[in-house]
């Protein structure tokens, strides 16, 4: 065999080695985005693909979606630019609660949230797990939900103003409760 010859074979080995690398690098990750949206969908009871693909888009993990429902929590009490001591309280008490799922919410992860004011990503991502969830329940448990969401979002609100800080919101923290509303009435 020509010298000529052998590497021709080595170049078309290799160009061929390569390609099948990038073929199963890309099956490895067909299949990770397909385990990420399952068990996101597991997690959530989403089943809409588009809502899933566009959570795993925007990096959210299966363990943390459990925690997206503090998310309104979360931005009211960062409207107005801080995250108050009674703010962080309320948000951390109504977190612990029953009704709220303790044991699913990753306490870190939303401690992490109040400390540091988190990317407008993370709303965006809420506003998808809304969406999904509309397309997921019916008429009536939805109501709930959102009756349930917004009623914390609300009080946490309520924590930082008014009197003695009982009672007024400040119109950041309005806009925001109107914007995670109307979240609820959108259809995917």
Do not use: C
Request: hydrophobic content about 45%; cysteine-free; overall charge neutral.
């Amino acid at each position: 065999m020509s010298m000529l010859h052998e590497r021709g074979r080595k170049l078309e080995e290799a160009y061929f080695k390569e390609e099948n690398d990038k073929a199963v690098n890309r099956l490895r990750e067909l299949a990770k985005l397909k385990e990420t949206t399952k068990a996101l969908s597991d997690v959530s009871g989403i089943t809409d693909e588009k809502v899933l693909e566009k959570l795993v888009a925007l990096s959210v993990r299966p363990e943390a979606l459990a925690t997206l429902a503090a998310i309104p929590l979360v931005e009211v009490a960062w409207a107005d630019g801080n995250v108050d001591g009674k703010e962080r309280a309320a948000i951390l008490r109504a977190a612990a609660s029953v009704e709220f799922g303790k044991n699913r919410v990753d306490f870190p992860l939303l401690e992490s949230w109040l400390d540091k004011r988190p990317s407008p990503k993370l709303l965006e991502a809420w506003m998808h797990f809304v969406e999904g969830l509309a397309a997921a329940m019916d008429p009536h448990e939805l109501k709930q939900l959102k009756h349930d969401l917004l009623d914390r979002a609300r009080m946490v609100a309520e924590t930082a103003g008014g009197f003695l800080g009982i009672g007024r919101i400040s119109s950041a923290e309005q806009a925001v409760l109107d914007r995670m509303a109307r979240a609820f009435s959108t259809k995917p």
